[in-house]
């Protein structure tokens, strides 16, 4: 590795970093918004909050990934242009390849993180994330009942505290329950706790009532208790029926989601397998978006005047890709016979963008290059 090229690929590596960070930030404060309700009902700690972002980390780089490498490459490309080292170097001799080099380097290290994250880290950070998120919305013991407000800690079912102490007793207790429709009840205790045992949360009371209204003759029942025992789990889904996300799935379970579910319908079944075909070819993107930003930029003049178009070109054609993709998964996934267009529109960028990069500076005599100001 020449010195040119240890040079161009501190830059592009250094601006990769720098870029795939700051999206990452972005990507990661609008997602954490949904961590809201957790936080403020559920009295999800900082910690927990900071592990459960970390565990989305792999899905977020997959994302960010190729764009950030396609946006250095054109702004490192571009500054060379424009400080007019590019020219310098190809006057020396260097060859389109020889100037793309450091950026195919780089390009082919995402390709191999890409499919890390692919093939191991994504399934296995988001099945935990998912296991996590299911536990603290059903498991009732990560529930923070704030004092002096009504605290919807689950569907039908509403508790008010008037006060907490220190060693974790419930004072001024009013637990309202309307699960089932037709017969709703209210519980008012003087004190209390929440528990959680083997079975579920319960909430232990003292020294309280019971209120029901009898729909049907208007008339209220009150139940006086020393002792009262309320089961906050009662008529809960169990956690075994959790539905896993093809996100969640290892590849070779997404090929063979007949075996592992038998009774999937179509339209179910085709998202698993194109979830399975984008694993294989998604981390590819990054490179034809390299080849496309390269292409646009070192495949012609270097001249002031036409690098603003060039990178607005790479621009369009690197969006375009995007929203076809985008597009397309949705297609495939109704249309499985369609699956061969996901291979297309990866491989497409990546062939024409090193046939044109390459061959462009041969389909014109040297002296029909002039370096412009």
């Not at 075994?240 to 799935?249: L, T």
Request: hydrophobic share 45%; charged share 20%.
């Amino acid at each position: 590795m020449n010195g040119f090229t240890k040079y161009i690929l501190r830059q592009l590596f250094v601006g990769m970093i720098l870029v795939t960070t700051g999206l990452t930030c972005v990507i990661w404060l609008s997602q954490s918004l949904r961590f809201i309700e957790m936080i403020v009902n559920r009295g999800l700690s900082a910690g927990m909050f900071v592990y459960l972002t970390v565990l989305l980390l792999p899905n977020f780089l997959v994302l960010v990934l190729p764009i950030a490498l396609f946006t250095v490459v054109v702004f490192v490309y571009s500054k060379l242009i424009t400080d007019r080292e590019l020219v310098v170097m190809r006057v020396a001799g260097l060859s389109q390849f020889s100037l793309a080099k450091p950026a195919l380097i780089l390009a082919m290290l995402v390709v191999g993180f890409g499919y890390i994250l692919n093939l191991y880290l994504v399934p296995q950070s988001y099945t935990k994330f998912r296991n996590m998120q299911w536990d603290i919305r059903y498991n009732y013991g990560h529930i923070l009942l704030r004092e002096g407000s009504f605290n919807p800690v689950a569907d039908g079912i509403t508790v008010y505290v008037r006060q907490r102490t220190n060693d974790g007793q419930l004072q001024g207790l009013l637990v309202h329950d309307q699960r089932d429709k037709d017969k709703p009840f209210t519980l008012m205790a003087a004190k209390g706790a929440m528990v959680q045992t083997d079975e579920g949360a319960r909430v232990i009371m003292f020294n309280g009532n019971r209120q029901s209204v009898d729909k049907k003759t208007n008339k209220m029942t009150i139940l006086y208790f020393d002792h009262y025992v309320f089961d906050l789990a009662a008529g809960r889904e169990t956690t075994a029926a959790r539905y896993r996300e093809p996100r969640e799935r290892s590849i070779d379970e997404l090929f063979n989601i007949r075996t592992v579910e038998p009774n999937m319908n179509e339209r179910e079944y085709g998202k698993f397998i194109v979830e399975g075909h984008k694993r294989l070819i998604s981390p590819l993107t990054s490179l034809g978006f390299t080849l496309i930003g390269l292409a646009c930029l070192i495949a012609s003049s270097f001249s002031r005047r036409t690098q603003t178009r060039q990178v607005v070109l790479a621009i369009s054609i690197m969006v375009a890709l995007q929203g076809g993709a985008l597009g397309l998964d949705n297609l495939v996934a109704k249309q499985l016979d369609l699956v061969p267009l996901l291979y297309a529109l990866v491989m497409a960028p990546i062939i024409l963008g090193f046939t044109f990069m390459v061959l462009w500076q041969k389909r014109r005599p040297r002296s029909a290059q002039p370096v412009t100001a």
